[in-house]
């Protein structure tokens, strides 16, 4: 007689995580993912089991996440940053047996509100275990990035020198609660978004050929004045407003509507859609040229290293 003492047939799927939903179409996942929370539900929507993962093996570009699950389908639900000590969005209610993934709903904590958000990354799968399965299937799940920053410079045309401790840098909007699907939810209260930072840069002199010159005017170089504001999706029905006052006259310098300034940068030959290119996006720089009488001239926005000038243009 020979008796053989095996393990169990491992049954269930291997989950590979990419963030790849970005402007390169790069998995950027191993770089700037530095925990994982795993949600499962079944074949009607209801909560299965949380996974969670917290190491340094999240950095392996190797990673893949083990879960053991009778045959069946299955809903994933993954979300990054909400399992770190500096985690910016927790669930309103804990996923618990008896709830459904369409219940789930994330919300910023309000003390983060005007500090630099910590990286909040969401992403969904829908699989099937096959009945008869001696082995991990081999599932991908697709993330995207919420949170965003913006660095606002401002230069005046004269060359006098700017500091950004002179300016208050705002960004008002109604997304600090998203639902299921990553979606800010309708009717949520306006949160103001303040800088996290703010100073002022000197630069040094550059050659006439060098010189930025909008309408053709070259600019002299002082200090510029910046301000960093992080905030959560940049979504187009929410109509997110970018404001820029001085404190000295409490003048609104520019106040413009940031999904359109952003989307504005899209080329012409893209094929996504405005809403994807601000999702693809996480880091944008916008630069405000003053006259002066520190009144708005003329903007340039930078994404990935293009710079986009956009001069007299309304949007409504």
């Not at 389908?73 to 309103?92: L, R």
């Not at 609660?177 to 100073?199: A, F, I, K, M, R």
């Not at 106040?255 to 899209?266: E, V």
């Amino acid at each position: 007689m020979v008796n053989d003492d095996l393990d169990p047939c491992r049954v269930g799927v291997e989950l590979r995580f990419l963030y790849d939903y970005n402007l390169e179409s790069a998995n950027a996942l191993p770089s700037q993912v530095h925990c994982l929370t795993l949600h499962v539900y079944d074949s009607e929507g209801r909560y299965v089991s949380t996974l969670t993962e917290t190491s340094g093996k999240l950095t392996d570009e190797n990673y893949r996440m083990a879960v053991d699950l009778a045959p069946g389908t299955y809903h994933a639900v993954a979300y990054g940053g909400i399992a770190c000590p500096e985690a910016s969005f927790a669930h309103d209610a804990q996923p618990a047996p008896g709830s459904f993934y369409s219940e789930i709903s994330m919300r910023l904590k309000l003390d983060h509100v005007g500090k630099s958000l910590h990286d909040h990354f969401h992403g969904t799968a829908d699989f099937t275990v096959a009945d008869g399965t001696v082995d991990y299937q081999a599932v991908d799940l697709h993330m995207s990035k919420t949170t965003n920053n913006i660095r606002i410079l401002l230069q005046q045309l004269d060359g006098a020198d700017l500091d950004g401790k002179d300016f208050d840098f705002a960004i008002t909007d109604s997304n600090s609660l998203l639902d299921h699907t990553n979606t800010p939810v309708e009717g949520t209260e306006t949160t103001t978004y303040t800088q996290w930072t703010s100073g002022s840069v000197p630069l040094a002199d550059v050659d006439d050929d060098q010189a930025v010159k909008p309408h053709g005017r070259a600019l002299s170089f002082g200090s510029l004045a910046y301000g960093e504001i992080s905030t959560s999706r940049i979504y187009e029905r929410t109509k997110p407003q970018l404001t820029i006052t001085y404190h000295e006259t409490g003048n609104v310098i520019a106040q413009i509507p940031l999904h359109k300034f952003l989307a504005a940068t899209k080329s012409d030959d893209s094929k996504w859609s405005d809403q994807e290119y601000l999702d693809r996006g996480s880091r944008w720089n916008l630069t405000f040229f003053l006259d002066g009488n520190m009144q708005w001239y003329s903007v340039s926005i930078i994404v990935n290293g293009y710079v986009v000038r956009v001069n007299d243009i309304e949007f409504d």
